[in-house]
């Protein structure tokens, strides 16, 4: 799957990386941009928000980006209402892979995976395990040995019902022979309070949650292929035998009537962005993994993204197809 993840990728870079190149200050909005957030103030879908809002203000200094929320369903609520917004370039949606495909495939939600249009996806998250740092759990072999004394007793939080969280859970207790049991929250903020407050035992979530929470959390183990930077101490789940490195893909889409020239400029503005310098260096400093998917290869990336994650799903338990 690792291999599979970051070929994908990489076609698609080099398309995005040229579409970069050209677009400069021509790729900026003719106005202000409503940019609809499917989680709750505080997670990652809105942190990487504020970040390109502050780029995009400098880059652009006749635009804001009015950042707006309708939160719900893990994400659910807004992507199953995306079709109804203005279909003018201006109103874009946060999206997240692989939650876009689990949730239909699970059948509780309104929304079909081609209902919603992505143009453009900017970054991945790891996949962490993490408790608290009051938490008598010190190392990830800690974790195994209390999971198997007491199974099913561990609860562990998570952004969101059929999410990258939730799969990520799912794979955890598959991989590792052990049973705990998954919570959902409605974000990442809420989950944060959780987490801090001793509310749960632990939390399977992104590395920007480690890095955002340093000591508060304590990190276990890390989706990556080698070690975080920013969590030198943390081992890899491949260092403990699991070949793992997957995570959460954040982008935009926007209303399915989006003229594909208008797409396309959307595409060249965040595209933009992701070049930035001091975007750059925030998502470095956040744990995001920039990536550059634009629309030359959204349809090859989402075919694979789409059968990736309809997989997981199947183990999973979730019934129905996903096309």
């Known amino acids: 799957m690792a291999r599979i993840l970051f070929a994908a990728a990489a076609l698609v870079l080099g398309a995005a990386t040229a579409s970069t190149a050209l677009a400069q200050v021509s790729a900026c909005p003719h106005a202000n941009l409503l940019y609809w957030q499917a989680f709750p103030p505080g997670g990652e879908s809105d942190l990487s928000a504020r970040h390109q809002q502050v780029v995009l203000k400098k880059k652009c200094p006749a635009v804001d980006t009015v950042i707006q929320y309708k939160a719900g369903a893990g994400g659910a609520l807004l992507w199953s209402q995306t079709n109804t917004l203005p279909a003018d370039g201006l109103n874009v949606v ?58 099913g007793k561990l609860n562990l939080g998570g952004s969101g019902l059929n999410s990258a ?51 508060k959390v304590r990190p276990l183990a890390v989706a990556m292929e080698t070690r975080h930077p920013l969590l030198p101490d943390v081992p890899t789940f491949k260092e403990l035998g699991v070949d793992w490195v997957d995570g959460a893909f954040r982008g935009i889409g926007v209303p399915k009537a989006t003229p594909p020239e208008a797409r396309r400029r959307l595409a060249e503005t965040f595209a933009t962005l992701n070049a930035d310098p001091e975007m750059k260096e925030l998502a470095a400093k956040a744990g995001f993994e920039l990536v550059n998917v634009g629309v030359d290869g959204m349809d090859a990336f ?18 129905g197809t996903t096309k």
């Open 94 to 151: 946060g999206i997240n892979l692989p939650h876009m495909v689990l949730q239909p495939m699970e059948g509780n939600v309104s929304y079909k995976t081609e209902d919603v249009t992505p143009v453009f996806w900017f970054h991945y998250t790891p996949d962490l395990l993490v408790v608290s740092e009051s938490s008598p759990i010190k190392t990830f072999a800690d974790f195994i040995k209390a999971a198997k004394a007491d199974p």
């Open 165 to 215: 969280n939730h799969a990520a859970h799912e794979r955890l207790d598959r991989d590792f022979g052990v049973k705990t049991t998954y919570v959902p929250y409605k974000g990442t903020g809420d989950l944060a309070l959780a987490v801090l407050g001793g509310h749960i035992d632990g939390a399977m979530t992104y590395t920007p949650f480690a890095i955002a929470n340093k000591g």
């Open 302 to 319: 989402m075919r694979t993204r789409t059968r990736i994650y309809t997989d997981v799903g199947k183990r999973m338990g979730l019934g």
